[in-house]
Antibody, heavy 123, light 107 residues
Framework: QVQLQESGPRLVKSSETLSLTCTVS????????LTWFRQPPGKGLEWIGY???????NYNSSLKGRVSISMDTSKKQFFLKVFSVSPADTAVYYC?????????????????WGQGIQVTVSS | DIQVTQSPSYLSASVGDRVTISCRAS??????LNWYQQRPGKAPRLLIY???NLQRGVPSRFSGRGSGTDFTLTISSLQPEDYATYYC?????????FGQGTTVDIK
């Protein structure tokens, strides 16, 4: 059974960099898109971006170039950095894997998900 | 970006009730529509993928239907553990986008 687990600092100061790690256990990262989402307090879900095991990435343009996703396939870990954070970046951050392996990010679904990590940005 | 709109935003229902949640996409997405359940403090859980396919382990009281722009999620007989927020998500194109959520509360 595939499981994902987020880890990292839960408190970040404004203008600094938010850094999170997602560790995958019990399953493969090869041929899968690995993604990050976030959910501000009391709000809905926002896709942040993905990385494919080949190393290709794509990000939500709403984050305006402040995001970077990378991975270490040997450790089955992938990473999120959000630069120049503000209190508006306060959210629960989730990592997830797409359900179907292969070349398509679209025409897919997200399962499983990590349990989420609450990150607060202080002003 | 494809916009996805759910209705209602909130509903109150009793155990045993039949509940239907709607989701409308801003353009045709074929059947590339997924449904998730999120309990308070928990991660989203996949219920239905590609409009009508029940994810393994999800009770059969959950069902989905629709294609094009209009979709529904139905809970045939609401159970206490079903009180949660439900999200639809389109996967026709990137970025994947979610509805604003429907909170199902106890009546």
């Amino acid at each position: 059974q595939v499981q994902l687990q987020e880890s990292g600092p839960r408190l970040v100061k404004s203008s600094e960099t938010l850094s999170l790690t997602c560790t995958v256990s019990g399953g493969s990262v090869s041929s899968y898109y690995l993604t990050w989402f976030r959910q501000p307090p009391g709000k809905g879900l926002e896709w942040i971006g993905y990385i494919y095991y080949s190393g290709s990435t794509n990000y939500n343009s709403s984050l305006k170039g402040r995001v970077s996703i990378s991975m270490d396939t040997s450790k089955k870990q992938f990473f999120l950095k959000v630069f120049s954070v503000s209190p508006a970046d306060t959210a629960v951050y989730y990592c997830a894997r797409v359900g179907r392996d292969g070349l398509l990010f679209t025409h897919n679904w997200f399962d499983p998900w990590g349990q989420g990590i609450q990150v607060t940005v202080s002003s | 970006d494809i916009q996805v709109t759910q209705s209602p935003s909130y509903l109150s229902a009793s155990v045993g009730d039949r509940v239907t949640i709607s989701c409308r996409a801003s353009q045709s997405i074929s059947t590339y529509l997924n449904w998730y359940q999120q309990r308070p403090g928990k991660a989203p859980r996949l219920l239905i993928y590609f409009a009508s396919n029940l994810q393994r382990g999800v009770p059969s009281r959950f069902s989905g239907r629709g294609s094009g722009t209009d979709f529904t999620l139905t809970i045939s007989s609401l159970q206490p553990e079903d009180y949660a927020t439900y999200y639809c998500q389109q996967s026709e194109s990137s970025p994947p986008t979610f509805g604003q959520g429907t909170t199902v509360d106890i009546k």
